[in-house]
């Protein structure tokens, strides 16, 4: 299974962004997508994910309003649309990917299997 996460780049504030992240070797259409981020010396966080048919969407607080997540199971695809980006929001951007249903919480990394390998995001003042 790869996790192949690209989009990332150098915005100002106020810019927007689109992440993208596409899964090869297995589908993954019932099960949780997600993105989460990992700024310098801090512990990786949760961002957004969404359920198996997207039609659930969750998000962390400081985003809220501002990013939107939706996936393409034909495309075995999740996306995050990233708009009035902050400073703060400058880190590196994971991909993750659930392989099995479990009652873990969608916002904690230990529930996810699979990840990609980062997409850089970095917003400027």
């Known amino acids: 299974v790869q996790l192949q996460a690209f989009g990332g780049g150098l915005v100002q504030t106020g810019g927007s962004l689109r992440l993208s992240c596409e899964a090869s070797g297995r589908t993954f259409s019932t099960y949780p997508m997600g993105w989460f981020r990992q700024a310098p010396g801090t512990e990786r966080e949760f961002v957004a994910a969404?359920?198996?048919?997207?039609?659930?969407?969750i998000y962390t607080d400081s985003v809220k309003g501002r990013f939107t997540i939706s996936r393409d199971n034909a495309k075995n695809a999740v996306y995050l649309q990233m708009n009035s980006l902050k400073p703060e929001d400058t880190a590196v951007y994971y991909c993750?990917?659930?392989?099995?249903?479990?009652?873990?919480?969608?916002?904690?990394?230990?529930?996810?299997?699979?990840w990609g390998q980062g997409t850089q995001v970095t917003v400027s003042s």
């Open positions: 993750a990917v659930r392989g099995r249903n479990t009652g873990v919480s969608l916002r904690s990394k230990i529930g996810y299997d699979y």
């Open positions: 969404a359920t198996g048919s997207g039609s659930r969407t």
